[in-house]
């Protein structure tokens, strides 16, 4: 039986990478083709386009499903641990027709405008979801909240 080998680890860009020392080609979690294993360090989003129209399937089915496929992705990435000096996960979001028609719209009218596309008559629909580092930002004093 082979001896475990200390693991080699670096970063590069948003990547965490880590290698054998003697530079073998197999081992348990790292590439036969590069020898590395990479694990991102920042996620590399949703970016989907969603049909509405699937044959042999209800589209106000389709349309539950999708939405589940968003609060789905939200759950998990919040569920992540925070990096030091975050406070909270915050969410970039683009929508639109087309990747090429999407724009920059706020996380809290997603499922508004989804319904939008759907109650038109629509037949996709492109969301890009990007998660971000969110920062709580104090009340200056004597300002009363919102």
């Known amino acids: ?8 680890r670096r970063e590069e860009g948003n990547l965490f990478f880590a290698r054998r020392k003697t530079g073998g080609v197999h081992g348990a979690g790292v590439c036969g083709i590069t020898g590395y294993f990479g694990l991102p360090k920042h996620n ?4 989907k ?6 044959e042999g399937k209800n589209r106000d089915r389709v349309l539950d499903a999708v939405k589940h496929e968003i609060r789905k992705y939200v759950k ?9 000096g975050v406070d909270f996960w915050d969410f970039d979001c683009r929508f ?8 920059v719209v706020h996380f809290a009218t997603l499922t508004e405008l989804i319904d939008g596309i759907a109650s038109a008559g629509g037949e996709q629909f492109y969301v890009e979801i990007l998660a971000s580092h969110g920062r709580r930002n104090a009340r200056p004093a004597g300002q009363q909240p919102v």
């Open 1 to 8: 039986m082979r001896q475990s080998q200390p693991l080699e």
């Open 44 to 47: 590399r989003g949703m970016k």
């Open 49 to 54: 386009t969603f049909k509405l129209n699937i």
């Open 76 to 84: 998990r990435e919040r569920r992540r641990a925070l990096p030091e």
């Open 96 to 103: 639109g027709a087309t990747e090429a028609q999407a724009v």
